[in-house]
C-alpha cells in the first residue's frame, strides 16, 4: 500500500494547512482538478479535487495524497521529512512566509515561515541579506518606507523595539499599521526571499538533526519534536534538560521511543518560564504522541506526514 502523506482531518481536528499544501492545490488547479480557493487548507475542495485527479489518472479514489498521487501530480518525489515537520511547526507558529505581527511579547516585530524576530537578530539578517542579494525585490516590496526600516535596522536593540512598538497595533499589540503588513507580505511572496527564509530555517533544522541523534529518535515523530524544540526553544540545552533526560533513560533502559519523546517533551516544557510551561508541554506532547491539542486546535500528526517510520536526513 502506498504511503499516504496528507489527507483529509477528521472532524474535530485541526485541517492540514500550509505552502506545501498551496502548492499541491495550485498542481490540481493546473491539471484541470480545481480546488477552488488555493489557500493552503486541505478541506472538502482539496479533497474533491484529489479524487477527481485520481479518477483521471486511474489511481485509486480515495482523495488521500499517497506517493503514487504525489508522483504523477507534482511530477516529483513526496516532501521529505523536513517539509513535513516545517509544515506542522509553522502551523504551531501561526506564520507563513509573509505574516508578520507586532510587539505582543517584546520581541518587537515578527515576521515569516517560523517567525523571526528582530530581538534575537534574525529578521534583521535577512532584510539585510535582501537588500544585498535582491534590492530590486526589496525597493518593490518596501517603496517609500524602505529609508525609514534601512535606519531602523542599524540602530539599537531598544530603539528598533521602541519603533516596533510604535508601529504595533491593538490592546495587545499584536497586529501592525496596515501599511507595514502589507510591504511584509508582499516581501514574502517572493521565492527568491523565500529562498532565504528556508536557508535560514535549516539552521534550526541542523540542530533538531543534532538533538535527535543525540538521545537517539529515529522516527518522523522523533524528529519533528526536536525541531519543534529548536524552533520555539532553542534546542535541547546539554545542562540540566541533558542531565534530566540521561537519568531518565538510565532508569528506564527498555522504555519505547514513544515514553522517551514523553519525557523529553515534559524536561523541555518544565524548564521553559512558568507562565509557558503548560503551552509549551502541550504542543510538544501533541508531537511526542501524535495526537494532542495546541493553542485550542487537535491535531494528528499523521494527517500532515509524521509517524512513526524511521526517518532519514
Request: proline share 3%.
Amino acid at each position: 500500500m502506498a504511503r499516504i502523506y496528507f489527507r483529509r482531518a477528521a472532524g474535530g481536528y485541526r485541517a492540514v494547512r500550509g505552502e506545501v499544501i498551496r502548492r499541491v492545490q495550485a498542481a490540481l488547479k493546473a491539471s484541470g482538478s480545481d480546488p477552488k480557493d488555493i489557500d493552503g487548507i486541505f478541506g472538502g475542495d482539496t479533497e474533491n479535487a484529489l479524487r477527481d485527479f485520481q479518477r483521471k489518472q486511474g489511481l485509486d479514489v480515495d482523495g488521500r495524497l499517497d506517493h503514487d498521487t504525489w508522483v504523477k501530480l507534482m511530477k516529483g518525489q513526496p516532501p521529505g521529512v523536513f517539509d513535513r515537520c516545517l509544515q506542522l511547526t509553522a502551523d504551531f507558529e501561526d506564520h507563513g512566509f509573509q505574516k508578520l505581527v507586532g510587539n505582543f511579547d517584546g520581541a518587537g516585530l515578527t515576521w515569516g515561515i517560523i517567525g523571526f524576530t528582530l530581538q534575537h537578530g534574525e529578521l534583521q539578517n535577512i532584510l539585510n541579506q535582501v537588500r544585498s542579494e535582491h534590492p530590486a525585490l526589496f525597493g518593490q516590496a518596501f517603496g517609500s518606507l524602505g529609508q525609514e526600516l534601512v535606519d531602523i535596522l542599524g540602530q539599537s536593540w531598544s530603539r528598533q523595539r521602541a519603533w516596533a512598538d510604535s508601529i504595533s497595533t491593538g490592546s495587545r499589540k499584536y497586529r501592525v499599521q496596515p501599511r507595514w503588513e502589507a510591504a511584509f507580505s508582499v516581501l514574502g511572496t517572493f521565492a527568491e526571499v523565500q529562498a532565504i527564509q528556508l536557508e535560514r530555517v535549516k539552521g534550526y533544522w541542523d540542530r533538531a538533526v543534532r538533538d535527535a541523534e543525540r538521545f537517539g529518535l529515529r522516527t518522523e515523530m522523533g524528529i519533528s519534536l526536536c525541531f519543534d524544540i529548536a524552533v520555539q526553544n532553542g534546542g535541547i540545552d546539554t545542562g540540566p534538560e541533558q542531565a534530566r533526560i540521561n537519568t531518565w533513560r538510565d532508569n528506564h533502559p527498555k522504555a519505547a521511543e514513544g515514553e522517551l519523546r514523553v519525557c523529553i517533551a515534559d524536561v523541555v516544557a518544565e524548564n521553559s518560564k512558568p507562565q509557558y510551561v503548560e503551552d509549551v508541554r502541550g504542543r510538544k506532547r501533541t508531537i511526542a504522541a501524535g495526537d494532542g491539542t495546541v493553542h485550542g486546535a487537535r491535531y494528528a500528526t499523521r494527517d500532515w506526514g509524521i509517524e512513526e517510520e524511521v526517518w532519514q536526513v
